[in-house]
């Protein structure tokens, strides 16, 4: 089995930063998406990007962004993956030479399969349960909606969390796990000592 890799999103803080890049995260997320607890502006995002070494993927997350947004993000922020997290269409999130991926917002009768071949340039597809507000909402959604041949590496997220996420990697076999609100001791404020717990129990997951 593959080595499951780690996202962290929604950081603000350098100390969360330095917490998910000790930890051993393969990823973490800026959320450019203003309504949200964890938004950042794109100087912020810059500052705490600086402290990202090689090798781990600085993400930008937007939704229903306007295409001047998403390339001022780039003019600011050396984003390395692009996250669209609404009710973007593929011609929305091509065309800003990165790689991009694209949630899904899981519920029942959602047609997955159907959602994913209208993404054929995405480099993965993210599910995420269908909240109010769009994402980031500590909720998990029946993994068991989850359809057999998506043609996209699958990045599991929504209400992940120390206590659940070895069990998730073992029954879905993502490619990856994204993790906000359960490594959180306030909206937006990671703590180190979850952020440590949920990477372990990622790795626990493994054997
Ligand atoms: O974090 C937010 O506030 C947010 C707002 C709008 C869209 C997406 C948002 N976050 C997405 C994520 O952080 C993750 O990709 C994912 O939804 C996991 O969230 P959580 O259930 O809190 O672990």
Same mark, same amino acid.
């Given at each position: 089995?593959?080595?499951?890799?780690?996202?962290?999103?929604?950081?603000?803080?350098?100390?969360?930063?330095?917490?998910?890049? /000790?930890?051993?995260?393969?990823?973490?997320?800026?959320?450019?998406?203003?309504?949200?607890?964890?938004?950042?502006?794109?100087?912020?995002?810059?500052?705490?990007?600086?402290?990202?070494?090689?090798?781990?993927?600085?993400?930008?997350?937007?939704?229903?962004?306007? !295409?001047?947004?998403?390339?001022? *993000?780039?003019?600011?922020?050396?984003?390395?993956?692009?996250?669209?997290?609404?009710?973007?269409? /593929?011609?929305?999130?091509?065309?800003?030479?990165?790689?991009?991926?694209?949630?899904?917002?899981?519920?029942?009768?959602?047609?997955?399969?159907?959602?994913? *071949?209208?993404?054929?340039?995405?480099?993965?597809?993210?599910?995420?349960?269908?909240?109010?507000?769009?994402?980031?909402?500590?909720?998990?959604?029946? !993994?068991?909606?989850?359809?057999?041949?998506?043609?996209?590496?699958?990045?599991?997220?929504?209400?992940?969390?120390?206590?659940?996420?070895? /069990?998730?990697?073992?029954?879905?076999?993502? !490619?990856?796990?994204?993790?906000?609100?359960?490594?959180?001791?306030?909206?937006?404020?990671?703590?180190?000592?979850?952020?440590? /717990?949920?990477?372990?129990?990622?790795?626990?997951?493994?054997?």
């Amino acid at each position: 089995m593959h080595r499951t890799r780690i996202k962290i999103c929604g950081l603000t803080r350098e100390e969360d930063v330095r917490a998910a890049v /000790e930890a051993g995260a393969d990823a973490i997320g800026f959320v450019f998406y203003p309504p949200s607890p964890r938004f950042v502006d794109f100087e912020r995002a810059a500052e705490l990007a600086r402290l990202v070494p090689p090798f781990v993927t600085v993400v930008g997350l937007f939704v229903n962004a306007g !295409w001047d947004y998403v390339e001022n *993000a780039l003019k600011t922020v050396p984003l390395q993956l692009l996250q669209f997290h609404g009710d973007e269409r /593929e011609e929305d999130c091509v065309g800003f030479g990165r790689p991009y991926i694209k949630a899904a917002r899981m519920r029942q009768g959602f047609d997955l399969l159907k959602y994913a *071949a209208s993404f054929p340039k995405a480099q993965g597809l993210l599910l995420d349960a269908f909240v109010e507000g769009y994402g980031g909402g500590g909720e998990t959604f029946d !993994w068991s909606l989850i359809p057999s041949g998506l043609p996209l590496p699958l990045i599991l997220s929504g209400g992940l969390n120390a206590g659940n996420v070895a /069990e998730a990697v073992r029954r879905v076999r993502p !490619w990856a796990v994204d993790v906000s609100s359960g490594v959180e001791a306030a909206k937006g404020i990671k703590d180190a000592a979850r952020i440590t /717990e949920f990477v372990a129990g990622v790795q626990n997951a493994h054997g």
